[in-house]
């Protein structure tokens, strides 16, 4: 049973370009969240997919924005890249949205020059 | 608003020894549940232990156990007959009425042998 998947690993980017992760959830899961993790912080929570639709929001700009597909992968997207976007980006999933048995996969790491 | 400090942010123990992670917790919830999560240098977040607020439903596993006080908002996690395995990052992390998480700063435990 493959568990939260997530790709690319590892991304580089300039200021000013816009990037896409992709994130596949544990099979059997409907829900998706992503985090942003800055170096030597806690995740931050950005926002949570379900049913296709964004169902929370944390305090990101509009820059970040995401996609659920109808076989649950999830794309998060940010435009105008900062260099304050260099961070790990995780993605967790789980099975409706107020449960919290949340599984992480092991991020993509984008760093920003 | 929701808040989780982790006053500690370095530890180092030698193997076999206790070790308490603290973690205090600030809500309004009445109802919310408190995490302990994981993460190695592969940088997935791994699942600890959970405690709900309401309720003496939990999930614990071998050596590891917590001090949950409501009066103190504190909820605070022991690892018994510390292992170099467990050298990792932890993450206390707080949910209210969603799935979506608050997390500390985190705490570097380092194991030595």
């Known amino acids: 049973d493959a568990g939260v998947t997530q790709s690319p690993t590892h991304l580089i980017k300039t200021r000013g370009q816009q990037v896409t992760l992709r994130c596949s959830p544990k099979?059997?899961?409907?829900?998706v969240s992503w985090y942003q993790q800055a170096l030597g912080q806690g995740p931050q929570f950005i926002f949570q997919?379900?049913?296709?639709?964004?169902?929370q929001r944390g305090n990101f700009p509009d820059r970040f924005s995401g996609h659920q597909f109808p076989n649950y992968s999830s794309e998060l997207n940010v435009n105008a890249l900062l260099l304050g976007d260099s961070a790990l980006y995780l993605c967790?999933?789980?099975?409706?949205?107020?449960?919290?048995?949340?599984?992480f996969g092991s991020g993509t790491q984008l760093s920003v020059l | 608003a929701q808040k989780v400090t982790q006053a500690q942010t370095e530890i180092s123990v030698v193997e076999k020894e206790d070790v308490t992670l603290d973690c205090v917790y600030e809500t309004r919830d009445t109802t919310y549940y408190l995490f302990w999560y994981k993460q190695p240098p592969s940088g997935e977040l791994v699942f600890l232990i959970r405690?709900?607020?309401?309720?003496?439903q939990n999930e614990i596993s071998g050596r590891y156990s917590w001090n949950f006080q409501k009066s103190t908002s504190s909820f605070n996690f022991t690892i018994t007959a510390s292992q170099v395995v467990d050298s990792a990052v932890y993450f206390c992390a707080l949910g209210g009425a969603n799935s979506k998480l608050t997390f500390g700063k985190g705490i570097t435990l380092s194991v030595r042998p």
């Open positions: 099979s059997g899961h409907d829900t």
């Open positions: 405690r709900n607020s309401f309720d003496e």
């Open positions: 967790a999933s789980s099975y409706g949205t107020g449960r919290y048995k949340l599984f």
């Open positions: 997919y379900y049913e296709e639709e964004e169902r």
